[in-house]
């Protein structure tokens, strides 16, 4: 049993908890950690997808973040996406390497393997440079049957044009291709969850 925070829309926890399978079947606003791994070859710039799971509760066998994850309650935002980059890729990272790009809050519904599936979150975005081959990461294959390396422009025209299946929002590529362009390596600073009252105003 996974339980997460139940948030405001700045991802501030309210002191309520709740499930995570109820807050997707209710639409319980929780928060999540974005993380895309982005690298330069032969000068052109690169994003990392990770394929979903056909056994994933939302878009099985879609092209998705590189990383990404529910976060436990009690837990912020940064501790977290290291977290998960460990255990779905096997990277492991300082949190000083995670570039924060700006944060998200969307709500959608949808129907998989028969079920409503109802999603309201609050989402931090990271960027994270890492030049590994995909034959390199350790993939926890309940969770990632795959990884791909896209270059930037064509990731984005194939999800606008939904030429791959994906579950992707450019508007969040576009946040990440902004950061990576400026040549910044690392810009968090601070302790874990310094960065967990940062806000943009961004949503999707």
Known sequence: MEIVDVVD??????????EREQAHTLGIRHRTSHVWIVRRKEGRLQVLLQKRSENKDSFPGCYDISSAGHIPAGVDFVSS???????????????????YCGQRCFEFQDTFHGKVFHDNQVSNVYALWLDREPETFSLQKEEVSEVKWFDFQECMEKVEKNEIPNCIFTEELKM?????????????????????????????
Do not use: F
Not at 81 to 87: D, F, G, S
């Open 9 to 18: 829309k700045r991802g501030i926890p309210t002191g309520e908890q709740v």
């Open 176 to 204: 990440v291709e902004i950061v990576a362009n400026t040549g910044i390596r690392d810009c968090y600073s601070g302790k874990p969850g310094a960065d967990k009252n940062r806000h943009t105003g961004n949503s999707h």
């Open 81 to 99: 996406a290291v977290r998960e980059l460990k255990e779905e890729l096997g990277c492991e990272v300082k949190p000083e390497e995670l570039i």
